[in-house]
Each structure stands twice: as C-alpha cells, then as structure tokens.
C-alpha cells in the first residue's frame, strides 16, 4: 500500500472512530433531526437506571404507576423515584401520571431538539396533538408518588 493511501485510511477510520464514539456516548446527538429512524439505537440494547429505585413494569399489576401509551394500544409502566433511560426509544401517543409526578423526555417530528412532557397525580390520559406524528421517550424522570389516583 502506498504511504499515501494509508494515510488517508487511517485519517478516515479516525474520524468514523470518533463520529462512532459521539453517537453511542450521546444518542440525543443524532437523534434531533433523525426522525422515526432514531429509535433503533444500534449497540443499546436494554433500559438503563441513572439514579434511584425506578422501574418498568406491566400494567396488569401497577394501575397506579405512570402510563404510557403507544401508537399500536401498547402500553408500559413506570413506577418508583428515578431518572431511567430508555432503550430503543418507545413511541408515546398519551400518558397518564397515575399516582406519579414527573417529566418525560424525548424527540417529536416538530422539534430538532429534546422536548419535554410533565405528568402529575391523575387519571386522566394526555393525547399528543395530531400535530405531533411521532414522540419518542429517551427518558422518563419520577420526582416520587402520592395519593390512590389510577390510570
């Protein structure tokens, strides 16, 4: 190989070194302008705890974690006092803060960078406006619970 080439080669593996290690270290950096696309995350693989006691469960059991609602009727649930990051991205359409109080973090169609949903203690679902084509969830953020409201 001439000394050239291989110069060139190595610059180029560099930088897909570095472009490679930028995304996997910062998911949100790629996905701001991804679209739906951003929700596979290649080389994230599960649900991560960042702090506290949250978790994900199903719903059958938890009526009074936090909701949230897919666009296929798919629903998961949170519960507990944390910050989780998840993985892949699910796809919210609604959600309901059950006995929770906290933020849901994400990506929507209308936005380049990361917005933000509140929930608080209450039964009743929030829809996303039809304005809103796709939501989504990087992160759910549990400030604690209180009360018996259900979703």
């Known amino acids: 190989m001439k000394s050239g080439i291989k110069k060139t080669m190595r610059v180029a593996t560099t930088f897909t070194g570095a472009a490679c290690a930028v995304a996997f270290n910062n998911p949100a950096a790629l996905a701001g302008t991804a679209g739906p696309a951003a929700a596979a995350q290649p080389g994230i693989a599960a649900n991560h705890r960042i702090s506290g006691s949250i978790r994900q469960a199903t719903c059958a ?58 929930f608080g203690h209450g039964t009743t679902y929030y829809n996303l406006p039809k304005s809103v084509r796709w939501f989504y969830i990087s992160e759910v953020t549990n400030f604690g619970w209180s009360g018996n409201d259900k979703c």
Not at 61 to 87: D, E, N, Q
């Open 61 to 118: 059991s938890h009526s009074h974690w936090m909701h949230v609602k897919g666009p296929t009727g798919s629903v998961s649930c949170y519960g507990f006092r944390g910050i989780l990051s998840l993985s892949p991205w699910p796809n919210m359409r609604a959600f309901c803060g059950g006995n929770n109080s906290g933020y849901i973090y994400g990506h929507d169609n209308l936005h380049s960078y990361t917005v933000y949903n509140h």
